[in-house]
T-cell receptor
Framework: DTGVSQDPRHKITKRGQNVTFRCDPI?????LYWYRQTLGQGPEFLTY????????KSRLLSDRFSAERPKGSFSTLEIQRTEQGDSAMYLC?????????????FGSGTRLTVV | SQKIEQNSEALNIQEGKTATLTCNYT??????LQWYRQDPGRGPVFLLL?????KEKRKERLKVTFDTTLKQSLFHITASQPADSATYLC?????????FGGGTRLMVKP
C-alpha cells in the first residue's frame, strides 16, 4: 500500500461541464474524507465516510456536489455544472476511526481549474 | 463564531535558529490538536498530535505545546534547516472531522 492515491492530478474543464475525481485510500483505514483547498487557505471539510456510509456533509457541499464510496473502498467526488468558483485543490484523506491518534493521511490532491 | 487563527504572514528565519509558529482558536473545545506540514502542490503530511491533557509533546527537532486556558498551541522547530521551509497547518477536532487553520509559511534561509 503506497498511501492515498488521487486521480487525476490536474483537471481543466469548461464551465458547466461535469467532473469526477477518484480517491483510493489506505486499505486498512475505514474513514475517508474530502476537503477543498484554495490558494493561501487551509483545507475546508466537505464530507466524510465511515466504511460505505456518508456520515456528514458540510454546508459548503452544494447539491451540485455528490460523493460516493461504494463497498467502503475507493471514493468518487462528482461536481455537476461546474462554476469558476469550484476551481480549487480537492484533497482526499483517510484515517483509522476515529482518527485522533495517527492523524490523517492525505493524497496529493486533484487541482481543478474551471475556465 | 468558531475560528482557528495562524499568522498568515510568512515567517523568515535564519538556518540554525528556532522557528516558533502560533495557532489560536476560539469557541472550540478540542480533545486534541494536530500539526501538519504542506509543501506546494502536495497534500498535508501529519507531524504531531497533542491531547488536551498534555502540555508538551516532542518528536526529534519538533516540539508542540498546548494551553487550553489560553486556547493556543505553539509549534517549535529547533536547529531549523532550509528543508524545513514549507507551510505548517494546525488542525483540531471539531465533531467527527478535523478543522484546519489557514497555515503559516515558514522560510528558512541558509
Amino acid at each position: 500500500d503506497t498511501g492515498v492515491s488521487q486521480d487525476p492530478r490536474h483537471k481543466i474543464t469548461k464551465r458547466g461541464q461535469n467532473v469526477t475525481f477518484r480517491c483510493d485510500p489506505i486499505s486498512e483505514h475505514n474513514r475517508l474524507y474530502w476537503y477543498r483547498q484554495t490558494l493561501g487557505q487551509g483545507p475546508e471539510f466537505l464530507t466524510y465516510f465511515q466504511n460505505e456510509a456518508q456520515l456528514e456533509k458540510s454546508r459548503l457541499l452544494s447539491d451540485r456536489f455528490s460523493a460516493e464510496r461504494p463497498k467502503g473502498s475507493f471514493s468518487t467526488l462528482e461536481i455537476q455544472r461546474t462554476e469558476q468558483g469550484d476551481s480549487a485543490m480537492y484533497l482526499c484523506a483517510s484515517s483509522f476511526s476515529p482518527g485522533g491518534n495517527y492523524g490523517y493521511t492525505f493524497g496529493s490532491g486533484t487541482r481543478l481549474t474551471v475556465v | 463564531s468558531q475560528k482557528i487563527e495562524q499568522n498568515s504572514e510568512a515567517l523568515n528565519i535564519q538556518e540554525g535558529k528556532t522557528a516558533t509558529l502560533t495557532c489560536n482558536y476560539t469557541n472550540y473545545s478540542p480533545a486534541y490538536l494536530q500539526w501538519y506540514r504542506q509543501d506546494p502542490g502536495r497534500g498535508p503530511v501529519f507531524l504531531l498530535l497533542i491531547r488536551e491533557n498534555e502540555k508538551e509533546k516532542r518528536k526529534e527537532r519538533l516540539k508542540v505545546t498546548f494551553d487550553t486556558t489560553l486556547k493556543q498551541s505553539l509549534f517549535h522547530i529547533t536547529a531549523s534547516q532550509p528543508a524545513d521551509s514549507a507551510t505548517y497547518l494546525c488542525a483540531l477536532n471539531a465533531g467527527n472531522m478535523l478543522t484546519f487553520g489557514g497555515g503559516t509559511r515558514l522560510m528558512v534561509k541558509p
